[in-house]
């Protein structure tokens, strides 16, 4: 996530409530055992209720080809 998150700086992680996560938050989840920290790329809102998302890192072209998950998500990241 550099440039926007720098080595050895501290940051919080808030419990994310997932009907207002918006493009544009960084989000904390877990893909199999990798911690990810990225930023939400898109928003996909279903007819079901279910929310899903894109996300891709700041120094990253592409967004990343896994849809994050509700189960997935860890929380939310603030930087003080």
Known sequence: ML???QENEK???DKAKMDTLKVGDI???KDNN???CHRIYKVFRMKSGNIFFQTKGDNCIEPDTIVVTKDMIIGKLRIN
């Open 34 to 36: 990798k911690i990810i």
């Open 11 to 13: 940051y919080e992680i």
């Open 3 to 5: 440039p926007t998150l």
């Open 27 to 29: 989000i904390v989840f």
